[in-house]
């Protein structure tokens, strides 16, 4: 349940890291930005330190409205710990609609359907009451801690680059950089680029701790690879959820 709440953050928070755009990012992505395509797939690579590598495959695998007539894209991904995503540790399928215009971006609220597969488990839909509990903020089971007061003091600063070309292990890349300054300190690094389908992200760093995500290869020529649940096959209940996973890491302590 956790690669789920992970996979779900990662593709609603990712796209926001241009929710405050400098110029430099909007010229960049004006220069040829494309819509979104049935086909679309991208690896990430994601080093957090040691041997602790894991790879992250999304990929756009079809087309049709959802239930509320908004045209929606089926993204599956998938979790492992090789690159072609042999025996993968996870495997998600979402209907999830476009965002205004119809162009690269998602809808972070357009989710309508929901299919995982976790482990050697087979697939299974979310029910509708489990698929609403889980993409919104909700009261906890668990009892909170104690927020922290929260210290006055410097707040940090986002500042972007100029357009400049990036290494990758997917090849070179255009990309504009994005740092979370705190003083002198670069708290995290997101490079954003044009060419790089889906999401638009090409790397993102956070130098103290030595993790990374960096894209790893993708293309135009993705086909699903997830096997559906049979009609028969019980929804995930709301019980389970709860059960399984009971806070979601994006949930925040109020003060």
């Known amino acids: 349940m956790r690669g789920l709440a992970l996979a779900l953050l990662l593709l609603v928070s990712?796209?926001?890291?241009?929710?405050m755009p400098s110029r430099e990012l909007l010229d960049h992505l004006a220069k040829g930005l494309r819509t979104t395509q049935v086909g679309d797939w991208v690896t990430y690579k994601l080093d957090g330190g040691g041997a602790r590598v894991h790879y992250w495959r999304l990929a756009v695998v079809g087309e049709e409205k959802d239930k509320l007539g908004r045209d929606a894209l089926w993204l599956e991904m998938e979790?492992?710990?090789h690159p072609a995503m042999r025996a993968p540790?996870?495997?998600i399928r979402m209907l999830i609609a476009r965002g205004q215009g119809g162009g690269a971006a998602f809808d972070p609220n357009g989710v309508t359907r929901l299919i995982v597969a976790m482990g050697f488990d087979k697939p299974q839909e979310y029910s509708q009451e489990a698929l609403d509990w889980?993409?919104?903020k909700h009261p906890s089971s668990q009892p909170k801690p104690a927020a922290r007061p929260r210290q006055a003091g410097e707040p940090p600063v986002v500042r972007s680059g100029k357009e400049t070309r990036l290494m990758t292990p997917a090849g070179t890349v255009t990309a504009v950089p994005i740092e979370v300054m705190y003083r002198s300190t670069v708290i995290?690094?997101?490079?954003?680029?044009?060419?790089?389908?889906?999401?638009?992200?090409a790397k993102v760093e956070i130098p103290r701790i030595a993790h990374s995500l960096e894209v790893f290869e993708f293309g135009v020529n993705a086909k699903s690879r997830m096997l559906l649940p049979d009609p028969k096959t019980p929804t995930v209940k709301m019980e389970y959820v709860d059960k399984a996973f009971p806070q979601l890491p994006w949930e925040e302590q109020n003060p």
């Open 14 to 19: 990712v796209p926001a890291s241009a929710a």
């Open 79 to 81: 979790m492992g710990t």
């Open 89 to 91: 540790l996870s495997q």
């Open 134 to 136: 889980a993409l919104t």
């Open 188 to 201: 995290k690094r997101t490079w954003m680029s044009r060419e790089i389908p889906i999401l638009q992200l």
